[in-house]
Structures are given as C-alpha cells and as structure tokens.
C-alpha cells in the first residue's frame, strides 16, 4: 500500500508538474502574442510620421487629368498630411494594411480602404519631391475584387505659395476652378 500511496502521489505530482508545464508554456505563449502585438501596433501608427511633411503656408494644388483636384489650401504644423487632405479623406479611420516602400524617384504608399460600398478599394499613390517647394504624387485606386482591370488615375503637382491669405484659415481649401 506504501507502494501504491507512492506511486499515487508520484502520479498526481507528474500531472501537477505536467499542468504546470502546460500553465508556464501557455503563459509563455500569450505573452510572445502580446509582444507581437505590441510590435505590429507601431507600424500602423508609424505611417503619418512615415509620410513627407509639408511647409506650413498656402499651397496650389494643380491636376491635368482631374478637374476636382485644383485648389488652394492653407497648410499648418498640424494639417500637413497631404494623403488625408489632398488623396483620401478619412483615410486613417478608412484605409488599413498600409504600406510605405521607397522607390527610384520617390515613395510609394500602398493601402485597402473602404469607402461607402461593401467592396474594398486598392489605394496606391506614387509620390515625390521636397515637400518643402514643392511635391508630386500619382494617385491609383481599383476594385480590389478586380485588380486586373483598370483602375482610376490621376496625377497632382502642389507647389508651395507663400503665407496663408487672411481669409484662408488653416485646414481649409478653395477651388481654383
């Protein structure tokens, strides 16, 4: 009976340190998923800061090939992403899985967005240039069920004007034409 009271409490302390094991491996787990987590977080937050900053001031923005895209708009230190204004409004609240790659002659944002259909958007806008006098971008947006038709494009020049008017208060734009 020692034996066998032995052997019992042999095999509930294994299954004691087996649940153990299991606990600390568990635990182990969850906290490598956190950390993850934690990691990925920074890289959809990082993508404004990713993004050129535009000199504060009144800034013409000019299209050919899009009658929309022809305004003045007064920049400042807190409005400057030029995607959200001049590109997609909304577009952190509407676009996710955004990625930001250098290219020869610039940068290249790459995004899915959703905008008032149940169909999701592939946003790829090309840009470059200083930011400071003057910047260039090439805006693409397809169906992303229908990625081998195409899609919508248009290409935007903005240059720096100088300050803003009095009557253009920041944030805000005034079509040209």
């Known amino acids: 009976m020692l034996f066998n009271g032995y052997a019992a409490s042999s095999i509930g302390a294994l ?29 959809g937050m990082a993508v404004a800061s990713d993004l050129p900053s535009r000199k504060a001031g009144l800034w013409i923005i000019t299209s050919k090939d899009n009658p929309f895209a022809n305004w003045s708009a007064c920049i400042d230190d807190r409005l400057d992403n ?34 008032g259909s149940p169909n999701e958007v592939a946003l790829i806008v090309e840009f470059s240039g200083d930011f400071q006098s003057r910047y260039q971008f090439r805006s693409t947006t397809k169906n992303a069920e229908r990625m081998d038709e195409e899609g919508q494009t248009f290409t935007v020049d903005g240059n720096y004007a100088g300050e803003c008017p009095a009557d253009l208060p920041p944030g805000k734009k005034t079509m040209t034409r």
């Not at 600390?24 to 987590?37: E, M, S």
């Not at 204004?85 to 955004?98: A, N, R």
């Open 15 to 43: 299954d004691e340190f087996t649940t153990t094991k299991e606990m600390k491996l568990n635990r182990l787990l969850r906290r490598a998923a956190h950390l993850l987590i934690l990691m990925l977080l920074p890289c």
């Open 82 to 115: 030029f995607i959200n204004s001049d590109v997609w409004s909304d577009f952190e609240q509407e676009c996710e899985g955004v990625s930001i790659n250098k290219t020869m002659k610039g940068q290249k944002l790459t995004a899915m967005c959703k905008h």
